[in-house]
């Protein structure tokens, strides 16, 4: 049985009636095609069943037109949004994304760049900046350009994020302002995350400046599972004098505390407040609404997405692009209860 032969370029181009640069410009370089011509291609790209020999094209060129992100975890919600867009704005510049988690182990966060890089990423995207300088070092020997983002790095780092710290003193200073004095927090894990650790110092820090008590705060740090807020809330709420404010370091604990506390007869926020961050759907949903601190994931990722073309392209860019967050007034706040 003879072969069939295999559909080329110039086969796209004579189907679209146009040339092979055009072609190549509407696979590399989508945005730089006005639509009509683009579709034409894409149709007989479609049509003839050509596939862009990528092998070829990265030995000539010494790319391979994909990108690689290493995210904590998959199941984070917070995430998600973020890296939709981050993807939608590569694909718009003919970038594939690859995606790998750590599992928050710098160890495997490692294994996970050598990977990606092995299979010719042209760049990286990475969350925080918890990793050991060796990681960081063997970025730099292999010139692979990489940012950082959901939070700001040190400034010699590219990183497109937001002061993590800041908005949730500002969150804080809210709080202390109905009248909470008594103010305990539900963090993330904070071992290799230092978005976690982050919004624990802010807490701390606003609670320091208003000249509360002792200045101390109390924390359980939980992973990122409704139920896991729901005991640590328990916990704190067996605590004499229990707090009157509960915070905690993303919506997902947030939502397990409000659970907990409408299992045990308790109001929310009559009897004690809770409060969230990052404003996922979820927050939104509960009722009572949650106050929580809103992270703007999708223009993150979308200049995540810019910055790091621009550095693969060997093009002037910012070295940190901060985004602004805002908090949410909802209904989970108030004051504490009369004593």
Request: include cysteine; aromatic fraction near 4%; glycine fraction near 10%.
């Amino acid at each position: 049985m003879n072969e069939i032969a295999r559909p080329t370029l110039d086969d796209v181009a004579r189907a679209a009636g146009v040339s092979t640069a055009t072609v190549s410009r509407c696979l590399n370089s989508p945005n730089q095609v006005i639509e009509a011509t683009r579709q034409r291609v894409m149709e007989a790209v479609h049509s003839l069943g050509y596939t862009p020999d990528f092998g070829g094209r990265a030995l000539a060129s010494r790319r391979t037109n994909t990108v690689g992100a290493i995210i904590p975890t998959m199941e984070n919600a917070i995430f998600a949004r973020g890296l939709q867009s981050f993807q939608e704005a590569l694909t718009r510049s003919g970038k594939t994304l690859l995606v790998a988690s750590s599992g928050y182990d710098p160890a495997r966060e490692r294994e996970q760049m050598e990977a990606l890089i092995g299979r010719g990423a042209d760049g990286l995207l990475l969350i925080g900046s918890a990793r050991p300088d060796s990681s960081i070092e063997y970025l730099r020997r292999r010139g692979v350009p990489y940012i950082g983002a959901w939070n700001l790095g040190g400034p010699d780092e590219h990183f497109v994020g937001f002061d993590n710290a800041a908005a949730a003193s500002k969150l804080t200073e809210m709080v202390i302002a109905q009248g909470h004095r008594r103010i305990a927090m539900i963090g993330g894990i904070s071992h290799m995350n230092d978005r976690a650790a982050a919004r624990i110092l802010g807490v701390e820090q606003a609670i320091a400046a208003a000249g509360i008590g002792d200045g101390s705060l109390q924390v359980i740090e939980a992973p990122y599972a409704f139920q896991d807020g729901a005991d640590a809330f328990g916990s704190l709420m067996e605590t004499t004098p229990r707090p009157t404010a509960v915070m905690c370091g993303n919506d997902v604990l947030a939502v397990g505390a409000m659970k907990k506390a409408r299992e045990m007869g308790l109001r929310v926020p009559q009897d004690v407040s809770i409060t969230g961050f990052d404003d996922i759907d979820i927050s939104a949903v509960v009722e009572p609404g949650l106050t929580t601190v809103r992270v703007p994931h999708r223009r993150m990722g979308e200049a995540a997405a810019e910055m790091l073309l621009r550095l693969i392209n060997k093009e002037p860019v910012e070295r940190q692009v901060k985004i602004p967050t805002a908090i949410i007034e909802r209904g989970t706040l108030g004051p504490p209860p009369a004593e």
